[in-house]
């Protein structure tokens, strides 16, 4: 079966990003409003933003 959604914290970001704006382009076709989608548009910038502060820890520390 397919892999849609990637275990890769970066590459689910990308992913995550692409959704939304294939989304937010065709909120009609889906049946959408701009509203509908901001929970998930929460969760991606909350995601994004843990992701760049552990990331900027992470490399801080020595790591990578």
Known sequence: M???IPYNDTAFLAWM?????VLNANLATFGLTAAD????????????TKLNNF??????QGGG
């Open 2 to 4: 397919a892999q849609y």
């Open 17 to 21: 990003n692409n959704f939304l704006s």
């Open 37 to 48: 989608l901001t929970p998930l548009t929460n969760a991606r910038n909350d995601f994004q």
């Open 55 to 60: 990331q900027r820890e992470y490399l801080h």
